[in-house]
């Protein structure tokens, strides 16, 4: 049965840094796709990166473009999300997820996904 361990969430200033961990066991993670969702408050959960484990393909939303970076480790089975230049609406609790495809509608937070139990991500202004 997969598992997935999130860390590196915190506190930050807006115009800070994050670097999001998720170690990926108990699951193929070469060529299954990997992604890292968010669910703020009253909000629904929604994509935010995907990737394929080792490489391939990747997938941003509009809003993190330019700011957030997938990637992945196949020794470590991990994948990361690199959070550059946050701002106060990035404010969320932060999903790893993974399943076996990322084409389509990847960032549907749907059945598809197997999850993680997230990690805080807290940007002040």
């Known amino acids: 049965q997969v598992q997935l361990v999130e860390s590196g969430g915190g506190s930050v200033q807006a115009g800070g840094s994050l670097n999001l961990s998720c170690v990926v066991s108990g699951y193929t993670f070469r060529g299954n796709c990997m992604g890292w969702f968010r669910q703020a408050p009253g909000k629904e959960r929604e994509g935010v990166a995907a990737t394929y484990g080792g490489g391939g393909s990747t997938y941003y939303a509009d809003s993190v473009k330019g700011r957030f970076t997938i990637s992945s480790d196949t020794v470590a089975t991990t994948v990361y999300l690199q959070m550059n230049n946050l701002k106060v609406e990035d404010t969320a609790m932060y999903y790893c997820?993974?399943?076996?495809?990322?084409?389509?509608?990847?960032?549907?937070?749907?059945?598809?996904?197997?999850w993680g139990q997230g990690t805080q991500v807290t940007v002040s202004s």
């Open positions: 997820a993974a399943r076996s495809f990322c084409a389509g509608s990847w960032y549907q937070a749907d059945s598809s996904w197997s």
